[in-house]
């Protein structure tokens, strides 16, 4: 709900809407969370603790923003009942969205909006729900996604390709449909050019992923490998937009060419073995008469031979 965005993300076009309602929060996002939430926790009492103690406040505040987590857990241990203090943890709680008074103790509200749920909750611890909620999803969009960039520019991750990049993604809890806002990141950094090709290219095949569902539910089974192809052609050649009667009257005069070919060679084969059988029969006979003619001769020369045998 836009009532519930704040400035610093209203200036990145967020809310953004989705075709679903179902959009959560990855569990490695929610344990980084709960984590920095933790740390201020503990920061905050003891920062509170040590301005009540101390007689000069604005050097209290100096050396407690420096103080670590160890050292505020050690300032807690030490509040006591008559110090009067509990007061300073109780204001913690509430300030870091606690279900509990006097301990950290972060839960989350699946079913804030929800249309369908009833909540069985006071309008205060609504508004406290939706308030962690936000928190949460503003620590997501300013805190994580530019700590990703930094581990980037760090080398301390280094992905190489969209997989690699998508889990890089999920390993800090950012789900990929934050992928346009980390491609504007990584745009703002020379150096990381080569991880912007790698996240448009991601998008663009993701996208692409997407519209072939829609485009393939719609066509019938014996068109589907040549629906297939003329998808990826239209993704991945260079032609605008590649005609379906362009390719169809291609591979028809293709085949009609294949076909004259086959039968001119046919044709040119069997005038071949005509000529072939013609002169071998003309050789044939010219020998069969040479050996005729010979005989005749040799019966003239020799008065002994009668029907070709000799007689004495």
Do not use: W
Not at 46 to 51: G, M, P, T
Not at 53 to 58: A, I, K, L, V
Not at 281 to 299: D, E, M
């Amino acid at each position: 709900d836009v009532e519930h965005i704040s400035p610093a993300m209203k200036q990145f076009d967020y809310p953004k809407t989705h075709k679903h309602r179902l959009c959560c929060l990855r569990q490695e996002l929610i344990d980084a969370f709960i984590e920095q939430k933790y740390v201020d926790f503990y920061r905050s009492i003891a920062l509170n603790l040590s301005k009540l103690r101390s007689s000069e406040s604005s050097t209290a505040t100096d050396t407690t923003q420096q103080t670590n987590v160890e050292e505020a857990k050690r300032i807690v241990n030490e509040i006591s009942v008559e110090d009067n203090s509990r007061e300073i943890i109780q204001s913690a709680c509430r300030a870091i969205g606690s279900v509990k008074d006097n301990e950290f103790d972060v839960r989350f509200n699946p079913d804030l909006f929800q249309p369908h749920v009833t909540l069985n909750q006071t309008s205060a611890e609504i508004a406290a729900d939706i308030k962690l909620l936000k928190e949460a999803a503003e620590y997501l969009v300013l805190k994580q996604i530019p700590l990703m960039i930094q581990d980037f520019q760090d080398h301390s991750a280094v992905p190489v390709d969209g997989e690699s990049l998508s889990e890089a993604m999920h390993s800090r809890g950012i789900n990929i449909r934050y992928l346009g806002r980390v491609a504007q990141l990584l745009n703002q950094q020379p150096a990381l050019f080569y991880l912007h090709d790698i996240a448009v290219t991601e998008i663009l095949c993701r996208s692409a992923k997407h519209l072939f569902r829609s485009y393939i539910q719609s066509v019938p089974i014996h068109l589907l490998s040549f629906s297939i192809s003329h998808f990826l052609n239209c993704l991945l050649t260079i032609i605008n937009s590649p005609s379906l009667d362009y390719l169809s009257d291609e591979l028809f005069t293709s085949s009609a060419s294949a076909t004259s070919t086959n039968n001119g060679t046919t044709n040119t084969n069997t005038n071949q073995s005509s000529s072939s059988s013609n002169v071998t029969n003309s050789s044939t006979q010219k020998s069969a008469n040479k050996k005729k003619n010979k005989k005749h001769q040799q019966r003239k020369q020799n008065p002994l031979m009668r029907n070709g045998k000799t007689t004495i």
